[in-house]
């Protein structure tokens, strides 16, 4: 492409073949697996689901902690961290336009955080069709598209902090706050507010969802659990206000117009202001 979106994508990937962090993060997520299968999870049952279905709704859980985090920590160094070491002083010299380093740099970057996570779960459907195991087709294609606007959604939040911030530390700070308000606004802690300020719940828990990890959390729990069961009274509002299908789909649509919204507003501004 003229705009030198590919280019930057295919650079981006191979500088991060080479670090150790991706290698780490690939054989984390494929070792979490290995380990799961290993110690016979997929033997055990939850909420009347058995074999890879349970091994699935444990993998979801664990890319909800892992993977939000990672995201922010890893992407938000990448615009500023080009800036502060004059790299993109001399990527931009080239025939490369803004809008094509930007882009080029998510695209990358989504590769890159995407594919490690999908091949793990699978290569779990691989070993379950090869041992002989019932691969819920369905299942696993929900929650890899769920995994996708997951990372969308934060790496979107990701490239515009590193696009308006001034510093590294800056950026990872503000990554590190955004996660950790995620994290402790999930809906135990809403509903404590909820309790304790008597406040009106549908208007906590319509709060609550707009918090992405909120809605992934939820999305992914709706997809094993049709009653919400684990989430308490939430469960009701959330089932009277909309059907369970919806709302499935509400978990992959809204983390991926969230994150291209920020991502459209960190390009606009990359494109407008001093970016050296």
């Not at 950026?171 to 590190?176: E, P």
Request: charged share 10%; aromatic share 14%; hydrophobic share 55%.
């Amino acid at each position: 492409m003229k705009n030198g979106l590919t280019q930057i994508a295919i650079l981006d990937i191979k500088q991060n073949l080479r670090s150790k962090w991706f290698w780490s993060y690939s054989i984390l997520f494929g070792g979490f697996v290995a380990v799961m299968f290993a110690l016979g999870i997929t033997e055990s049952q939850i909420i009347g689901f058995v074999g890879l279905s349970r091994l699935m709704v444990t993998f979801m859980q664990v890319s909800m902690a892992i993977l939000p985090i990672f995201v922010l920590i890893s992407t938000v160094r990448s615009v500023v961290g080009d800036r502060e070491s004059n790299v993109m002083e001399y990527m931009l010299s080239l025939p490369i336009s803004l809008s094509g380093y930007f882009w080029g740099k998510l695209l990358g970057r989504f590769i890159i955080i995407f594919v490690p996570v999908f091949l793990a779960l699978f290569g779990a459907t691989i070993w379950a069709t090869i041992t002989k195991i019932d691969v819920p087709w369905d299942m696993f294609a929900v929650y890899s598209f769920q995994l996708a606007a997951m990372v969308i959604c934060f790496l979107g939040m990701s490239m515009f902090i590193s696009t308006v911030s001034r510093s590294q530390e800056i950026a990872i700070s503000v990554a590190f706050i955004i996660w950790l308000l995620s994290v402790a606004f999930l809906d135990l802690i809403l509903m404590g507010i909820m309790l304790k300020s008597r406040m009106n719940p549908d208007l906590i828990i319509g709060v609550g969802m707009i918090n992405p990890l909120q809605v992934f959390r939820t999305g992914a729990l709706a997809l094993f659990d049709p009653e919400l069961t684990v989430m308490g009274p939430a469960s009701y509002y959330i089932l009277d206000t909309v059907s369970r299908p919806v709302f499935i789909i509400f978990s992959v649509a809204y983390p991926v117009l969230l994150g291209g919204l920020l991502a459209f507003w960190g390009n606009k501004y990359f494109n407008n202001n001093d970016i050296l």
